[in-house]
């Protein structure tokens, strides 16, 4: 599943909450972008190859992930997706709310 993600299977659940598990931990994230990348795709790569994309979400600073780990991605109506890496990163230019910033990059 994981290596037929692409970045329009999530457009429908932007502005939705999703929960990010690290651990024991949950977070509960609200999904603001799913953008492709194409200039991180592998040069020649195969015809059919996904499109690079990464996936921006916000949460309450009350409960943040600092760094980068590893974690299982639950959305309802997705489902499950395991072992992918979400990483914390800088609010510039994101917006003046006081809420943490996440990515996850599928490449």
């Given at each position: 599943m994981l290596a037929t993600l692409t970045?329009?299977?999530f457009q429908g659940?932007?502005?939705?909450?999703?929960?990010i598990s690290i651990g024991d931990e949950t977070l509960i994230l609200v999904l603001t972008e799913a953008k492709e990348n194409p200039h991180a795709a592998i040069p020649d790569a195969e015809e059919g190859m996904r499109i690079p994309f990464s996936?921006?979400?916000?949460g309450h600073l009350d409960k943040t992930l600092e760094s980068s780990a590893n974690c299982t991605f639950y959305h309802q109506q997705l489902g499950e997706i395991n072992n992918i890496?979400?990483?914390r990163i800088a609010s510039s230019g994101l917006s003046k709310e006081p809420v943490a910033w996440y990515q996850i990059i599928f490449s």
């Open positions: 970045a329009q299977d659940y932007l502005n939705k909450e999703c929960k996936l921006i979400f916000k890496l979400i990483t």
